[in-house]
């Protein structure tokens, strides 16, 4: 091979070398006390991170994370009688990761809607929650539980 073309191949190669390893780089924590891209007042903060996502479940005060929704032009509305909505989790992410351990149930039909919990976070009446989808079929789901004074976070880019 000619010099030109062997550095042309070896350019290509580490390019494409590091934007794989870029975009399947994860960030994870389960627990932890902050992470940047969430409010500073969230706490016991379990999340999984990567350049396609961003979901994350947290402890918060109402207040302070209407608050930093409403920063961030996503203003959170309370859900009325009989509306209901979901907010995808990580935890089933983390456990095929093997982060967590899995969580097991004795049947399959006790197992499967204990999956369905820990795929997604469903909210109603009185809870709060924004929604903005896009054509790609990414957007952000985020929602708060009132009772449990929890906050779910989800991102999506396609």
């Known amino acids: 091979m000619k010099r030109h073309t062997k550095a042309a191949l ?5 390019v494409m070398g590091v934007s794989l390893w870029k975009h399947y780089k ?3 924590g389960v627990r932890v006390d902050s992470v940047w891209w969430l409010p500073s007042e ?3 903060i379990t999340y999984i991170r990567n350049d396609a996502i961003g979901i994350a479940e947290f402890d918060i005060e109402r207040a302070a994370f209407e608050k930093w929704c409403a920063r961030r032009k996503m203003p959170l509305r309370e859900l009325r009688d009989e509306e209901e909505h979901t907010v995808d989790r990580c935890l089933l992410l ?7 351990p899995t969580d097991s ?20 009446a009185g809870d709060l929650f ?3 989808r896009w054509s790609s079929g990414g957007g952000y789901s985020i929602g708060y539980d009132v009772e449990e004074e929890r906050g779910y976070y989800a991102y999506a880019h396609h």
């Open 26 to 28: 994860e960030d994870y």
């Open 10 to 14: 070896i350019v290509v190669v580490g």
């Open 42 to 44: 969230a706490q016991n």
């Open 130 to 132: 924004y929604e903005e």
């Open 94 to 100: 983390l456990e095929q990761r093997r982060i967590i």
């Open 105 to 124: 149930e004795p049947n399959d039909v006790e197992g499967g809607l204990r999956g369905m919990e820990r795929a997604s976070k469903g909210l109603d």
